[in-house]
């Protein structure tokens, strides 16, 4: 059996799992499903519409549900918009918000004041840090993480695009698997941080970093790699192909 708190109204339609327990002054919009043994702790907003203002370039996405897979926890006072879907032990801490149209798989961990803007992908275990922004169609592959602070964009053109001058496009940045971001670090929009590389703390990024590489400075530039033996150890952990293997392959 679920347990509600106090003043907390489930529209119609919600659903909830089973041992489900939802905190006092939770917030259900329509369209929200709870998978079993969810936790949601006082004053989170779950299924929030989007609503365009009357000086934005984007319209949002249409509204959708919002699906937290089995064994999920959502923080006090996060917000998580309509039209995302989480998957299993996803945890959401205090004052997090996500945007609509976003996809955050099992086992990630999004910290406290973590912001994600609409439609970016998440892959499984990732982590976010504390104060994190990742920006609208940003694309963070599986065991990513992220420090504390750090801060991405989508659009380098936004100078004219504020005001009509150009179509409105955007593109965030694409973090591949294994790879780190150091706190305070800047990712301008369309690069691609490769797999395994290492961005260094209040880095700038501006260009794309190539796979198992170590960058750092404004703007950053590579200062060495990866040692091949932490390449190995990271690689035989997830039972993939080391380096060494595929060149004597």
């Not at 002054?25 to 989170?44: M, W």
């Not at 955007?170 to 941080?193: D, M, S, T, Y």
């Not at 260094?200 to 260009?207: I, L």
């Amino acid at each position: 059996m679920s347990q509600l708190g106090s003043n907390v109204q489930l529209q119609p339609d919600t659903k909830l799992g089973a041992r489900v327990r939802i905190g006092n002054n939770v917030s259900f919009y329509p369209g929200v499903t709870l998978g079993e043994d969810c936790h949601v702790f006082d004053g989170a907003v779950l299924g929030r519409p989007p609503k365009a203002g009357s000086n934005t370039n984007r319209v949002p996405a249409s509204d959708g549900e919002l699906v937290l897979g089995a064994g999920s926890i959502v923080g006090a006072n996060a917000v998580l918009y309509s039209g995302s879907i989480y998957g299993t032990q996803v945890m959401i801490s205090d004052l997090a918000t996500v945007r609509e149209g976003c996809a955050v798989s099992d086992h990630v961990v999004l910290g406290r004041g973590v912001m994600v803007m609409y439609e970016t992908r998440i892959g499984e275990r990732t982590r976010v840090i504390d104060g994190a922004i990742l920006t609208g169609r940003m694309i963070l592959e599986a065991d990513v993480f992220v420090g504390p602070g750090v801060c991405s964009i989508n659009d380098n053109d936004v100078y004219l695009k504020r005001f009509g001058a150009l179509p409105f496009s955007v593109k965030g940045p694409v973090v591949r698997r294994f790879a780190l971001i150091g706190a305070g670090a800047n990712l301008a929009a369309g690069v691609e941080i490769g797999m395994g590389a290492v961005v260094a703390p209040n880095a700038m990024v501006t260009r794309n970093v190539p796979a198992w590489s170590v960058v750092a400075g404004v703007p950053a530039r590579v200062v060495r790699q990866v040692p091949i033996k932490d390449q190995q150890w990271i690689l035989q952990k997830f039972g993939i192909l080391c380096p060494d293997s595929r060149q004597s392959a």
